[in-house]
């Protein structure tokens, strides 16, 4: 399974077709800060799987900041990262990947492409891809049981 992680659209729906057309992923996953860009994008591609979660530029207060998923036996959390300080530390962030047993946990907001294995728990920021200088996003690959996961500038 092939999962696009993108993050921080600041309205570049452009930005975000290309990354689809080029990865042609298996799943969607949105990170926030660009919730209508996110669903119009998902318009746009209706036969993919799609998550998302609110940033803190979305004012979505009746949505969850972030969810859980399960892909094959994997734990993935998503959110956006502000509710975890992510620009400060990835400490809390590392605690509730602990006590939450997480194999991934997915985040944007810092706009700063990231990945870093913790212990058992693999942390991907995909960056921005609404940057209008160096768009980013990411991507997520599951097979035999098997997480990995890297950045891409989109060129």
């Known amino acids: 399974m092939k999962v696009l992680v993108l993050s921080d659209f600041h309205g570049n729906l452009t930005n975000m077709v ?22 119009q994008l998902h318009g746009q ?12 530029c979305d004012f979505r207060p ?3 900041a972030e969810q859980l998923l399960f892909w094959e036996e994997k734990r993935v ?14 400490l809390r962030a590392g605690y509730a990947a602990e006590e939450e047993n997480l194999d991934l946990f997915l ?31 990411g991507i997520i690959t599951l097979q035999n049981s098997h997480l990995d996961g890297h950045t891409v500038p989109l060129v």
């Open 77 to 90: 959390l998503i959110c956006h990262g502000h509710t975890y300080g992510v620009k400060q530390s990835l």
């Open 45 to 56: 591609f209706p036969m993919l799987p799609f998550y998302q979660v609110p940033g803190n």
């Open 62 to 64: 009746s949505e969850p």
């Open 107 to 137: 985040f944007g907001h810092t706009h700063q492409p990231l990945v870093d294995m913790r212990g058992k728990t693999l942390f991907l920021n995909p960056g921005s891809i609404g940057d209008h200088f160096r768009p980013f996003y």
């Open 18 to 39: 290309r990354a689809v057309e080029a990865e042609s992923p298996h799943m969607i996953v949105h990170l926030g800060d660009g919730w209508r860009e996110a669903r």
